[in-house]
């Protein structure tokens, strides 16, 4: 019984622990396009922006906040 609970609790704490990897991989993704990136003055500075306050949120552990704002900094980028 106690090994039964001790499996649920770890299959459960496997995805959490998923989800918190994508954030460093979108990071490297957007410092990876951005030198190169046609953006204007304005949508860099927002980029930039983004790009700092998802790694805050990964940070603090608000990882779906971090995916949604690192998304959009993508989503300016094109990628």
């Known amino acids: 019984m106690l090994r039964a609970a001790f499996l649920a609790i770890s ?12 954030c460093p991989g979108m990071m490297a ?15 860099r500075a927002k980029v930039m922006e983004l790009r700092a306050r998802g790694e805050q949120e990964h940070a603090a552990g608000n990882h779906a ?3 949604a704002t690192l998304a959009e900094a993508k989503s300016l980028l094109g990628i």
């Open 29 to 43: 993704e957007i410092d990876a396009a951005l030198p190169n990136a046609q953006l204007s003055e304005a949508d």
């Open 65 to 67: 906040a971090s995916e």
């Open 11 to 22: 299959l459960l704490a496997v995805p959490a622990t998923a989800l918190a990897n994508q």
